[in-house]
């Protein structure tokens, strides 16, 4: 992941995220985490991480998940015989089924008696030829309604993995006009999931979906407003990280991925994906004595932090509350990239757990930004913005043809998006709009002109 970042010089976030993703990918309902008593965690995880358009998302994206297309590619390479003998054998059989029907509604007397058994039996011969489904790890632009069939095809077992953030408008109803968030919901809890087909109707017991996304920061604030998210708890489920983004200041000739690096990051990740594949039952991973209370520090540092009247986390309870889960599900991925081969026989390790906790104190201040940042208002946002301009800037009049030049595009795309932001600066009383003079004659109305506080000049010259 090191190595990822620097070659594409990103933030580790954004590859430690993605990896993490992958990871949930491979080993996603194939194993869970017993952390205490009847408490089990299965160890998929939903997690987006927020950063700006050019961030080169959709690199790390292809380098961190090339493994599990691989691996893809080598399950249908494996099953692919297999699918076309049954298919062979499956049209054959329909074939016979067809040709003795014909025979029985043809036949008359005793001979229709032996006939009809003759037609049945065929027929019960074709329901009992199963043809293997395709192994698919990954979707990526899909519906809600596709992915839960897919998902029911797969074995319960599926992960969205995407450089965009398309599928939550998908999810709020792009195509349908409802929302659909119930595959999204139960497939993070491990709850059942009813798959109605046209025919037939599908029963997957403990849905494990895995979602990775990589979003540009506006979608952050888009989610918050559609319906039912919150509500329903689906936000409450991600993991999220706003990494700073380093665009502007990113070296030109960075060192590559070292092969060595490269190589055994594809053959570990390659190699826990199709051990594990083909696993129905789910490996139980056990918790050490040691990791055992590590975690039960976590969870008594936690539960004061939930206190709506004085805990820190007690406005976002609805992702809190399941933090010390995603905590132990971390741990279960953790220890299985630690041990690809045998990690199913190991408990998990002291250390192991700690790795997990750092990692949800990280996704904790990532929280607490996030949702912050769903709840803010956008002009005040602007406005700090602005703010944050003036005081590096220092001037003393400016236009605001001026101002939109100098700040980033990605804010203020149109001269009318920072008009609301002065507005607020305007009410503050950090800036003070001048009166427009008298026009002379024909042409463009000039730009307005603001004057800015002397205190935004008089504090940045005492730094």
């Known amino acids: 992941m090191t190595a990822v970042a620097e070659e594409t010089q990103t933030p580790l976030d954004l590859a430690g995220c993605v990896g993490m993703a992958a990871l949930s990918t491979a080993a996603g309902g194939r194993a869970v985490v017993n952390v205490r008593g009847s408490w089990i965690e299965p160890v998929n995880l939903y997690v987006l991480v927020a950063m700006p358009p050019g961030s080169r998302k959709s690199s790390v994206f292809r380098e961190m998940t090339a493994p599990l297309r691989q691996a893809e590619k080598t399950l249908l390479d494996r099953i692919g015989p297999q699918i076309t003998e049954a298919e062979v054998t499956r049209r054959l059989a329909v074939e016979t089924a067809e040709k003795a029907a014909r025979t029985a ?3 008359r007397g005793e001979a229709a008696t032996e006939a009809i058994a003759e037609a049945q039996s065929t027929a019960l011969a074709v329901e009992g030829i199963r043809v293997p489904v395709k192994p698919r790890l990954v979707a ?11 998902l029911a095809e797969q074995g319960g077992r599926l992960a969205v993995l995407s450089a965009e953030g398309g599928i939550f408008a ?14 999204f919901l139960k497939g993070h809890a491990g709850d059942t999931l009813i798959v109605d087909r046209r025919g037939r109707t599908e029963q997957v017991d403990s849905a494990a979906l895995t979602l990775g996304l990589a979003v540009q920061p506006e979608i952050v604030a888009d989610i918050a407003g559609m319906p039912g998210f919150r509500g329903k708890g689906l936000l409450g489920r991600i993991l999220y990280s706003l990494p700073t983004s380093n665009i502007g200041y990113r070296r030109i000739d960075p060192d590559p991925v070292p092969a060595e690096v490269a190589e055994r990051y594809q053959h570990n990740l390659q190699k826990l994906v199709i051990g594990m594949h083909e696993w129905d039952d789910p490996a ?34 609805d992702w809190a509350g399941k933090f010390d889960g995603a905590v132990a599900r971390m741990a279960g991925l953790i220890h299985l990239a630690t041990h690809v081969d045998d ?3 190991r408990p998990i390790s002291a250390d192991t757990m700690t790795a997990a906790v750092e990692l949800g104190a990280y996704f904790t201040a990532h929280a607490l930004a996030t949702f912050d940042a769903m709840g803010a208002d956008p002009d005040m946002e602007g406005a700090r913005t602005v703010h944050a301009w003036l005081q590096r800037t220092r001037p003393e009049r400016f236009t ?5 030049t ?15 932001a002065l507005e607020v600066l305007d009410q503050l009383g950090w800036i003070r709009r001048q009166p427009e003079p008298p026009r002379t004659g024909p042409g463009r109305r000039p730009s307005p002109i603001y004057a800015v506080h002397p205190l935004i000049t008089t504090r940045a010259s005492h730094r």
Do not use: C, M
């Not at 990526?140 to 897919?150: F, K, R, Y």
């Not at 998908?170 to 595959?183: E, I, V």
């Not at 605001?400 to 939109?404: C, I, Q």
């Not at 100098?406 to 609301?420: N, Q, T």
């Open 140 to 150: 990526d632009d899909i519906t809600p309604e596709t992915a839960a069939s897919l």
């Open 284 to 317: 139980r991973l056990l918790l050490s004595p040691e990791a055992a209370e590590v975690f039960a520090e976590q969870r008594r540092r936690t539960e004061p932090r939930l206190r709506p009247d004085s805990g820190d986390l007690g406005h976002i309870a």
């Open 343 to 345: 990690g199913w026989r």
């Open 400 to 404: 605001v043809r001026e101002a939109f």
């Open 406 to 420: 100098a700040l980033p595009r990605s804010r203020f795309r149109k001269v009318g998006e920072l008009e609301p």
């Open 170 to 183: 998908t999810l709020a109803g792009r195509y349908s006009g409802t929302p659909n968030l119930d595959l």
């Open 105 to 107: 509604s043809a036949a």
